[in-house]
């Protein structure tokens, strides 16, 4: 069943792709803010505090990337779903997309049938970390699913997207067992073929987990990730 009812911000410069959007996602009964550039787009999502962000990648007053960055480090805003839609097709745009915090990367032409899944399953996912409510823990790290909050020592891990988030929590649950690639893709993002993108996010989560839990966040070449800690 469709999470119906949420605001999802579109910041696109070409009106006919926000409107196919609006039309598409209004028959979820979503209700779309819609901006043509950064600075009203930056306004509308710090004043109106979307549920989901659409953005495309080339604004006429600013970069996309710069933007989703800069939704990543506005602290309780910051695990806010970003779907980036974008002409740009190389694969290193789209690592350049996942880097900058992006949760799925469509590109330019997009079925509305695949814009709206995309939407419904990201807003699931959010909705089922509320539900949750539940903490959990490995040694001195705790992550509690319905705060969208990760500690370490009692002291906040800050700027994780929300695929980063997902990713840390479905290989803690899992621990120590090693999780492949295929089995990460098809949890998280519902399909099994993104080149190099479970690698692009483990390498992010490293950079921004402290040492004593980035170390335990292992590759295990051939066969996939762990976090290696034992369950206590």
Known sequence: MPESGKTVLVIEDDPLVRELVREALSQDGHRLLEADGVAVGMNLFKTRKPDLLILDLRLPDGDGLEFCRKVRESGAAAATPVIILTAQTL????????????????????????????????????????????????????????????????????????????????????????????????????????DHVVDTHISNLRRKLPPEVSDKLQNVPGVGFRYFEERS
């Open 91 to 194: 694969l290193e745009e789209k690592l350049l997309g996942f880097k900058a915090g992006a949760d799925q990367y469509l590109c330019k032409p997009v079925a509305p049938q695949e814009l709206r899944m995309w939407v419904e399953a990201l807003l699931r996912r959010v909705q089922f970390d509320k539900e949750e409510g539940d903490v959990v823990k490995a040694g001195e790290l705790a992550i509690d699913l319905q705060a969208h909050l990760v500690r370490f020592r009692d002291q906040a891990i800050p700027y994780l997207t929300g695929k980063e988030f997902d990713l840390l929590a479905y290989l803690v649950k899992k621990r120590p067992k090693v999780v492949s690639r295929k089995d990460i893709l098809s949890k998280l993002w519902h399909q099994v073929s993104v």
